[in-house]
């Protein structure tokens, strides 16, 4: 999720049919300019080198939990629609040897291709969290581009995060395990909201984190865009590693 | 740009490179793609530019590393976004979505996503885009 202004001009994004590193190109209608939706960065054409400013959002996360949470939340409806039935490519998750429309050209033999990660970037670092170093239900303290994070996840709400763990000058530790699905600093005690990073109840209840844009993505998507990537989580070590 | 002649030349194999690149597509994931193909067309404009048929904006040739798989715009991305209340939303508890939040918050059906995949939304006044 991005903002679509650059430089007080608002963009709108249309689908351009062309897809860089098995990824949507975007275009948009001002400019012609082309955009990568995975990274926001501008590909070609005339606004080409500048990134749209990232949203945080929550992808995936189970339509049950967000009714829960957000009783008064606002959902997307087209032509009548809020949902759709078919799930058009579950047979392409399915398949661990089918890396896109177009197999990509250098494979990172690191970790396997369809290996589920969560990709974050802060400045010129890039990192992937695979999803089963994080757990089901946990989260592990890493550092990214020197600044503390958590990054969690819960199978059951389908919800990721990524959350700065510096508060007010205290860097907080967080409990491998989410505690009735939020997250629990051992550093004061504190429960967050998973999907928020709103303290809920302990000391620093009312603060907040602050949220670190990711993509939940196929570790061969997430490395034909960030080779030097580095990698949390593989055989139990932390940090990176180059090819 | 191609000169005139160029351009002339480029629409002969307009009609067999936009045949080719349905079979790729169609190849790719025909029940996916077959739902997105109504009314559109693709313009080959020499050089691999392609052209939105809806507004005419000119796309610049492929970057490299990239691939050609669907003519400009067929996949209708949401520009007038409609929404409704929770309470009113008809959606499978185990559907997933896309959550932002701003001084409210929104959900976007991730199987509804896969056939329009961008939409161009505003958010507490602020334009943004969510993708998929």
């Given at each position: 999720v991005y903002r679509r202004r650059i430089d007080d001009r608002v963009l709108t994004f249309g689908v351009s049919g062309m897809l860089l590193h098995n990824a949507l190109l975007m275009f948009d209608r001002e400019t012609g300019t082309l955009w990568s939706h995975l990274t926001g960065e501008a590909m070609a054409g005339p606004l080409k080198g500048r990134r749209l400013p990232a949203l945080t959002s929550i992808p995936q996360v189970k339509w049950r939990v967000v009714q829960r949470e957000f009783p008064a939340a606002l959902v997307l409806s087209v032509d009548g629609a809020?949902?759709?039935?078919?799930?058009?490519y579950a047979g392409y998750r399915a398949?661990?040897?089918?890396?896109?429309?177009r197999p990509p050209q250098r494979r990172d033999e690191r970790l396997p291709g369809k290996e589920l990660v969560i990709g974050a970037r802060l400045g010129a670092t890039a990192k992937a969290y695979l999803t089963s170093a994080i757990g089901p239900d946990g989260a592990v303290n890493d550092t990214l581009a020197g600044v503390p994070v958590v990054v969690a996840r819960s199978e059951a709400a389908g919800a990721s995060a990524v959350y700065g763990r510096e508060l007010s000058g205290k860097v907080l530790e967080f409990e491998p395990r989410l505690v009735g699905g939020m997250l629990r600093d051992r550093t004061t005690g504190t429960t967050w909201n998973l999907?928020?990073?709103?303290?809920?109840?302990?000391?620093?209840?009312?603060k907040r984190l602050t949220a670190v844009p990711f993509v939940n993505v196929y570790w061969f998507a997430w490395a034909d865009y960030y080779p030097d990537t580095e990698i949390y989580g593989r055989s139990g070590v932390s940090g990176g590693g180059r090819r | 740009m191609p000169g005139r002649l160029g351009r002339f030349t480029a629409r002969a194999w307009r009609i067999p490179l936009a045949a080719g690149l349905l079979l790729m597509a169609v190849a790719a994931d025909s029940s996916w793609w077959?739902?997105?193909?109504?009314n559109q067309t693709v313009a080959a404009q020499g050089s691999g530019h392609l052209r939105s048929?809806?507004?005419?904006v000119t796309l610049p040739p492929a970057p490299p590393g990239a691939s050609v798989v669907l003519p400009a715009d067929a996949i209708r991305a949401v520009d007038r976004p409609h929404f409704v209340p929770a309470a009113r939303a008809r959606l499978n508890p185990d559907t997933p979505v896309i959550l932002v939040r701003g001084q409210e918050a929104r959900a976007y059906s991730l199987p509804l996503l896969n056939?329009?995949?961008i939409v161009n939304d505003t958010l507490d006044g602020e334009p943004i885009a969510v993708t998929w």
């Open positions: 809020e949902d759709a039935a078919a799930d058009s398949d661990p040897q089918r890396f896109g429309v999907l928020t990073g709103l303290g809920q109840g302990g000391p620093l209840a009312g | 077959r739902s997105h193909l109504r048929q809806r507004d005419g056939r329009y995949e």
